[in-house]
């Protein structure tokens, strides 16, 4: 059956602020305590958006969640009206305040992992919402993930949710960043590919030394299972821990696919003849193109800079030519000689990527957060299309709807300090108010 691909991109919330919160992020360590703008944030993520639903994708939204997150103070000790509980964790813990304050599930490619419904036995698609269980600032976005896509994907003749995975480092997953499908076209049945960080049950194995691994081989097993993905469709592989204490904390810093292109680093797992031969083998035809990247070409350390990686593949293949792919890039693979040339080279080679589209999303950037990082891919065909509300799709009246919202709600400054300002609980309350009415999802907050 005919299928699209949806991206879903996170709507950056408007508590955007850098706090250094993720080790072994090295763009959020280096960037903590600066002044966000999360206007700007916003803004930049939308015009994304709107471009590509402008140029013909499909082009999805997630609604942030709310902040900050009270119930989270409270259980932690904070009491009183929610003024108090901020003002009193503020005196003793500011640095947990900013953790309840974190924007970060505007990181969509973390929500969840999602098994179209041409892979899975029982033919629905299925979403297993990731734990995040590794930071703490992200180990409380399940739940209202759950519930979000829930709500979006409604209909159970078509779509299966599964709870994140039980918490704890062993079950680690941090979803679709760590998780790419490959198949004919999208709605041909394909191979799921699984990449882990670390086998959390065994001690001998290889593991980083100096950074978290934060996704484990049994909770990717786990997810296969749940979704009900057969042996023969399912590759697994352990990303190197070398790049991982590079600055690798997902496999989407260093690797991207689509249908039937793998871009990868050369060092980006273990084994990257074994992985790429397993995947060639279990791909359906003789078309998987493996596009290798050279440590002469780009380093490991340019690739975690300038996010060359952390791009969106989308496929523009049609009737005429098979095999064509545009690249979304962040702008500092633009700004960087070296990036910008090999991406110069190609175009002008025979590889499959036509085109590159440069963005600016700096903000995001800045706390390690590229164009992959903000979309969840979610395949649907077209009876699922029809299923799940219009509000969640973007067009030009919903951009608008969103861009005024923005600018109505959103800071143009935010600093780790202003978290103390109580006006914040009340500004962010109104404006996920006034979101459930524009993306006509009442209660979603349960304000
Ligand atoms: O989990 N940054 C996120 C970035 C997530 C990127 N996602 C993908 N690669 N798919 C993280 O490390 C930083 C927050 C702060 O420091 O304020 C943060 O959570």
Redesign the pocket.
């Known amino acids: 059956m005919i299928a699209h691909e949806v991206n879903f991109d996170g709507l950056v919330g408007p508590s955007h602020?850098?706090?250094?919160?993720?080790k072994g992020?090295i763009a959020?360590e280096k960037n903590?305590m600066a002044v966000a703008n999360p206007k700007a944030a916003a803004l930049q993520g939308l015009e994304k958006m709107i471009s590509l639903h402008r140029s013909g994708f499909k082009q999805g939204v997630l609604a942030p969640h709310l902040r900050p997150n009270i119930d989270i103070l409270r259980r932690l000790g904070f009491s009183g009206d929610d003024r108090s509980v901020i003002a009193k964790a503020w005196k003793s813990a500011p640095d947990i305040v900013s953790k309840c304050y974190?924007a970060?599930p505007m990181?969509t490619?973390?929500a969840a992992t999602v098994s179209p419904a041409a892979d899975t036995a029982d033919g629905r698609t299925h979403f297993t919402a990731a734990n995040l269980c590794r930071?703490f600032?992200?180990s409380y976005e399940s739940d209202f993930t759950e519930k979000l896509l829930a709500t979006m994907f409604s209909d159970e003749q078509h779509f299966a949710h599964h709870s994140a995975l039980p918490s704890g480092h062993y079950f680690g997953d941090e979803g679709a960043?760590n998780h790419t499908r490959f198949a004919q076209d999208h709605g041909a049945p394909g191979v799921e590919f699984f990449v882990y960080g670390e086998k959390a049950f065994d001690n001998q194995a290889a593991k980083p030394s100096k950074y978290p691994a934060r996704q484990s081989l049994e909770a990717s097993q786990a997810i296969a299972r749940l979704h009900g993905l057969k042996e023969q469709q399912v590759v697994f592989a352990q990303q190197n821990p070398e790049v991982i204490d590079a600055g690798v904390?997902?496999n989407?810093?260093i690797a991207v696919g689509t249908t039937n292109l793998h871009f990868y680093h050369q060092h980006a797992f273990l084994d990257s003849k074994r992985v790429n031969a397993e995947l060639a083998d279990k791909f359906a035809d003789d078309s998987f193109y493996a596009l290798e990247v050279k440590d002469e070409d780009v380093t490991v350390a340019e690739a975690v800079s300038t996010y060359l990686f952390?791009t969106q593949l989308l496929d523009i293949s049609d009737e005429n030519s098979a095999n064509k792919f545009v690249l979304i890039a962040p702008s500092e693979c633009e700004d960087h000689p070296r990036v910008k040339r090999y991406l110069d080279q190609v175009l002008a080679s025979d590889a499959p990527i036509e085109e590159v589209r440069y963005f600016n999303l700096r903000e995001s950037m800045k706390?390690?957060?590229g164009p992959?990082?903000l979309r969840l891919r979610v395949v649907l065909n077209d009876p699922q299309l029809e299923s799940i509300s219009p509000r969640v799709l973007i067009t030009e009246e919903l951009y608008q709807d969103l861009v005024a919202w923005v600018e109505k709600h959103y800071r143009d400054q935010l600093s780790f300090e202003d978290l103390r300002d109580p006006q914040l609980i009340d500004e962010l309350q109104a404006a996920a108010v006034s979101l459930e009415h524009i993306l006509k999802m009442p209660n979603l907050y349960s304000l």
Do not use: E, I, K, Q
């Open positions: 602020h850098y706090a250094g919160l993720s992020n959020s903590a974190s970060s990181w490619a973390n930071m600032h992200r960043a904390f997902h989407d810093v952390n706390n390690g957060g992959a990082c």
